[in-house]
């Protein structure tokens, strides 16, 4: 059964920075491509950034430049550093495997971002 808890969440002014951490339990980590998405608020979930097995990453447009995803795959988790944040970083923030499964949605961490 795999398990993912992410954290680090919070607010912050327009301009700082956050890291969000993604625990996973079980296997799969290691060997999935990973992804960090984000909801806001009456939008549609979207995928904000992706890292190999390998560490190969990509990222939405919005974020180049801001944002970078990473893995420890001896500690099992995901991160991801969030820098020059917007207000429009504004969402629910979570990760899953990259595609998504639907059966390891989590409960995300809330970034709020104030103008």
């Known amino acids: 059964q795999v398990q993912l808890v992410e954290s680090g969440g919070g607010l912050v002014q327009a301009g700082g920075s956050l890291r969000l951490s993604c625990a996973a339990s079980?296997?799969?980590?290691?060997?999935?491509?990973m992804g960090w998405y984000r909801q806001a608020p009456g939008k549609q979930r979207e995928l904000v950034a992706s890292?190999?097995?390998?560490?190969?990453?990509n990222y939405v447009d919005s974020v180049k430049g801001r944002f970078t995803i990473s893995r420890d795959n001896t500690k099992n988790t995901l991160y991801l550093q969030m820098s020059s944040l917007k207000p429009e970083d504004t969402a629910v923030y979570y990760c899953?495997?990259?595609?998504?499964?639907?059966?390891?949605w989590g409960q995300g961490t809330q970034v709020t971002v104030s103008s």
């Open positions: 899953n495997r990259y595609p998504p499964n639907n059966l390891y």
């Open positions: 890292i190999t097995t390998g560490g190969s990453t």
């Open positions: 079980g296997r799969i980590f290691s060997i999935s491509a």
